[in-house]
């Protein structure tokens, strides 16, 4: 949770700040805060803000922190750019942060960045520090002052107390400023040859760490550098060359906040200390020693991280869910009708030996997980478990090397999920993830990756990474079946050509968005709703009452439509809005029947049904209207009704749908 950002070099820092901010607001907004790193100046009145360090003589070689910070919920960065417009003129470098709380309630003395005693030193940080108490424990006993209630400020305090000892060891690289400057510019076009003072400092604090972070410190010490590091959390570097002496370096939580703003992007490993200054960029081991960065491709445009138009991300999102289906099948079928994954780095064979698959995963992703089940027991005749990550994590599931574990998560670093998929690979078994962002923690932790390729979401709700999910388990249970030699070729063939006409289904779906609004108005005033549904059908109730609850804070429960008689049917009454999904399955008759038994308790009923289907909507008091598909298939476009109801009642009650209260998009915490 939380995102970070850090610039050093270049012009507009404050102004590239505040906008990456923007982009990372997704991650949390309980509050917002940058600091600038200026050059000294005689003139305190150049650099009044709400905290700066001192002129001792020490900064005079060095720089002059500022500090802004707000904690007003979603206007947090509203609030944090009017306190902008008193930062300094000039800047060197700067750290910004986005939170979503953990430790210590969401208040202006809890917001990042957190500076250390002589706020000489600004840390941003995302992540658990998780032994923080016992750490807090021992500079308050060496006479350390903290301020915040927070794990991050520990960070800062640790840094400080390293630095000193640091400063010693790093005699030889130079404790002035202008003796790294002229270093630099001869050894490595802004840093020195060796790691610098405050990299060798972090670098004594990071095992000290227990728990989950990606963070970035800036030191007055050294101005225009700041250096970073990562431990399960994602962190991403960039650097942009602009040919006239304009470099600077960047580094984000996520890709998308750097898109536009840098031209090349690196990966930071585990424990690996990075520093930035102007245009480049320098990644260290544990033991100080120089480490390649390997360079990501990223194929991401600025335009897919911005609204393009709509008037917010989750509707933008939804209208590219034709596109993300679209690019997730790409290249997976061959011209011949076979499947291939090759991103999948377990061998065939290897699959051929798995005789159990496992699915974890939180929220949505669980929802697909539970289509995938269906679809793989189907067509591959395998037996599938599904699990929610942070219950599998805590029991004792029945693993061994012909399991195997499918990890889904769009972010990549839901923490559930990631250690759940960690705790199988110690097992044993074979982990595949199947995420939406390239180099993601738990893509780089499994054995084999099969992406979705849904381009950034930026919405807390999950819209078109979810459809992107669903067939890329698709897709992987056909493949399993293909390799196991279940199905027929003929059968495969027709299959895929299903798939290959889901966008455009699913486009029609989606053009039917205001005949959704309308039945959204007719019920704005309802507070009680179910959702329900059989086979496939269930996993898609489950996502609508979802997509409600997360949105538009409207009590929604989500049964399978044979389980209502066995107790819940007891809350059905007059004025209880009843949505079910009856599409054509085998068990539409069945389904029916429930729908009969809710409509005889005088609920009104919503039913998603298929095209022309008149028997659905005589039972129906409205009808959300969907094309038909394969019935294992059917969940990609029944869903979207659901999304597009939840969408509009949502925004009939004057919600925030991009940024529901209480939510992150990421959730990285247990
Ligand atoms: C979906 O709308 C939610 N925001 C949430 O349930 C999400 O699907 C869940 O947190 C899992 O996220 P992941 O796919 O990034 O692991």
């Not at 250390?116 to 840390?123: E, H, K, L």
């Not at 930035?276 to 897919?304: H, Q």
Request: hydrophobic share 45%.
């Amino acid at each position: 949770m939380c995102g970070i950002i850090g610039v050093t070099g270049g012009e507009g820092i404050l102004e590239t700040l505040l906008d990456s901010l923007g982009r990372l607001e997704y991650r949390g907004y309980d509050s917002a805060g940058i600091a600038l790193e200026s050059p000294w100046h005689p003139d305190p009145g150049r650099t009044s803000g709400e905290a700066t360090a001192g002129d001792d003589r020490a900064d005079r070689l060095g720089a002059t922190l500022w500090r802004a910070r707000a904690a007003e919920g979603t206007a947090s960065l509203q609030a944090l750019k009017k306190l902008a417009q008193a930062a300094p003129l000039e800047a060197l470098a700067g750290i910004g942060h986005t939170r979503w709380a953990t430790h210590g309630r969401p208040s202006e003395v809890n917001a990042h960045p957190h500076l250390d005693c002589t706020a000489r030193v600004a840390v941003v940080h995302n992540g658990i520090v998780e032994n923080c108490r016992e750490l807090a424990d021992h500079l308050l006993a060496e006479g350390h002052e903290l301020a915040s209630e927070t794990d991050t400020e520990v960070l800062a305090h640790l840094v400080e107390a390293e630095l000193a000892q640091a400063q010693s060891t790093s005699q030889a690289q130079s404790t002035s400023q202008a003796q790294s400057t002229s270093q630099a510019q001869a050894e490595d076009g802004g840093l020195p040859a060796a790691p610098g003072v405050l990299a060798e400092a972090l670098r004594r604090v990071l095992p000290r760490l227990e728990g989950s972070f990606a963070l970035a410190v800036m030191w007055s010490g050294e101005p225009g550098r700041i250096v970073a590091a990562r431990r399960v959390s994602p962190l991403v570097v960039g650097t942009e060359s602009t040919g006239t002496g304009q470099s600077r370096s960047l580094l984000a939580s996520d890709i998308p906040a750097l898109l536009g703003k840098a031209d090349r992007f690196f990966v930071v490993g585990d424990d690996e200390v990075v520093e930035l200054a102007a245009g480049c960029v320098r990644v260290s081991g544990a033991g100080g020693e120089r480490i390649d960065p390997s360079e990501l491709e990223v194929n991401w445009d600025l335009e897919a991280a911005q609204k393009g138009g709509f008037d917010d991300f989750m509707s933008k999102e939804m209208h590219e869910q034709p596109q993300a289906i679209a690019d997730t099948l790409l290249g997976r079928v061959l011209g011949d009708g076979t499947l291939t994954l090759d991103e999948v780095r377990i061998s065939d064979e290897e699959l051929r030996q798995v005789d159990k698959v496992f699915v974890v995963a939180c929220g949505s992703s669980y929802h697909a997980g539970l289509v995938a089940k269906y679809a793989i027991e189907h067509w591959a005749r395998l037996p599938v478990e599904i699990d929610i990550a942070s219950e599998f994590r805590y029991r004792d599931p029945v693993l061994d090397q012909s399991t195997l574990v499918v990890g889904v998560s769009q972010s990549g670093e839901t923490l559930d999920t990631l250690q759940a998929v960690l705790a199988a690979r110690r097992s044993g078994a074979k982990v595949l993830a199947v995420s939406n962002v390239v180099d993601s923690s738990m893509a780089r932790q499994a054995d084999g990756v099969l992406y979705t390729r849904a381009g950034p979401e930026v919405g807390v709700a999950a819209t078109k990474t979810y459809l992107a999910q669903l067939v890329a388990l698709q897709v992987l249970a056909l493949y399993l079946a293909q390799l196991r030699g279940i199905l027929y070729p003929a059968e495969t063939d027709r299959l895929l050509g299903e798939l290959a006409e889901l966008p455009g289904l699913v486009q029609v779906a989606l053009d039917r968005s205001d005949a959704v609004a309308r039945v959204a108005a007719r019920y704005e005033g309802t507070k009680d709703f179910f959702f329900l549904g059989r086979h496939v059908g269930f996993p898609v109730a489950l996502e609508g009452a979802l997509k409600l609850k997360e949105i538009s804070y409207l009590r929604a429960e989500a049964y399978p439509a044979g389980e209502l008689k066995h107790g819940p049917i007891a809350l059905i009454e007059p004025g209880t809005l009843v949505v079910g999904v009856a599409t054509r399955t085998r068990l539409w008759e069945k389904m029916m029947a429930n729908v009969a038994e809710v409509k005889s308790r005088g609920a009104t009923v919503v039913l998603v049904a298929n095209d022309g289907d008149e028997r659905s909507a005589a039972e129906a008091d409205e009808v959300l209207w969907v094309p038909r598909t394969h019935p294992l298939l059917a969940p990609v476009i029944d869903v979207v009704p659901l999304q597009l109801f939840a969408y509009h009642l949502a925004r009939l009650h004057g919600h925030d749908v991009d940024r529901p209260r209480n939510l992150a998009k990421t959730v990285t915490v247990e």
